[in-house]
C-alpha cells in the first residue's frame, strides 16, 4: 500500500463543473504539495499546506492533519484544467512521496 | 527569476548506452532533489544535495546510476550503462534551506529502446 494515496485516478468532468480531487495519506509529514502535470510532461507546484486552506484562482486546496486528508478542488471547470494532477507529502527529511496522480480531462 | 531548467527535454537511447542529464537550480538554493516517473508509476524519490553533499540518495536504484553537484550549482545525473527499464520521466527539483516548497524544472524524458 503506498504511503500516499490518490482518487479518484480518472475523472471527466464537462466545462464548469465543481471538481474535487482527495489525497489521503499514511504517514507523518511536515507539508502536502499539490503539483499538476501537463500533457508535455512537465511539471507546476500549485500549492504547499502545513494546515488550513490556500486559495489560488479557481483552485483551492485544503488540508485536514487529524484525519491525514487533503482535497484539491477546481471551481468552474476549463479544458485548459485537464492535466495530472499529483499530491506529494513532505516525509523524513525534505524528500517527497508522491500519490500515483488523477488524471483529469474537462470536456467542452 | 529563472525557473529550475533541465537538459535535455528528451533524449532516446539504446540499451547499453550511456545518458547524462542536467538541472540548473534556481539561483541560490541549496536543495537539490532528483525524481523519477515510470510510465504508469508514481513519481519517485531519487536523492536530495544539499549544496555539493548527497544528503540523502536511498532512493538512487543501483549504481548505474550517479549523481553529482560539483560546485554546488547544477547536477548531473548520469545512468550507465541504460536498461529498458530506466525508461521515464526525471524531474529536477529545488529549494531554499529551511522551506518546504520545491520549485520542479520541466523534466526529462528519457527513452531507453
Known amino acids: 500500500k503506498n504511503e500516499v494515496e490518490q482518487s479518484p485516478q480518472n475523472l471527466t468532468a464537462q466545462e464548469g463543473e465543481f471538481i474535487t480531487i482527495n489525497c489521503s495519506y499514511s504517514v507523518g509529514i511536515s507539508a502536502l504539495h499539490w503539483l499538476q502535470q501537463h500533457p508535455g510532461g512537465g511539471i507546476v507546484s500549485l500549492f504547499m499546506l502545513s494546515s488550513g486552506k490556500k486559495k489560488h484562482g479557481r483552485l483551492i486546496a485544503t488540508i485536514n492533519i487529524q484525519e491525514k486528508h487533503s482535497s484539491l478542488h477546481i471551481t468552474a471547470s476549463h479544458p485548459r484544467d485537464s492535466a495530472v494532477y499529483i499530491c506529494g507529502g513532505q516525509t523524513s527529511g525534505s524528500r517527497l512521496t508522491f500519490g500515483e496522480g488523477t488524471q483529469l480531462t474537462v470536456n467542452p | 527569476e529563472a525557473g529550475v531548467t533541465q537538459f535535455p527535454s528528451h533524449s532516446v537511447i539504446e540499451k547499453g548506452q550511456t545518458v547524462t542529464l542536467r538541472c540548473d537550480p534556481i539561483?541560490?538554493?541549496?536543495?537539490l532533489y532528483w525524481y523519477r516517473r515510470v510510465m504508469g508509476k508514481e513519481i519517485k524519490f531519487l536523492l536530495h544535495f544539499v549544496k555539493e553533499s548527497k544528503q540523502d540518495e536511498s532512493g538512487m536504484p543501483n549504481n548505474r546510476f550517479l549523481a553529482e553537484r560539483t560546485g554546488g550549482t547544477y547536477s548531473t545525473l548520469k545512468v550507465q550503462p541504460a536498461e529498458l527499464e530506466d525508461s521515464g520521466v526525471y524531474f529536477c527539483a529545488s529549494s531554499q534551506v529551511r522551506q518546504y516548497t520545491q520549485y520542479f524544472g520541466p523534466g526529462t524524458r528519457l527513452t531507453v529502446l
Open positions: 539561483s541560490g538554493h541549496d536543495n
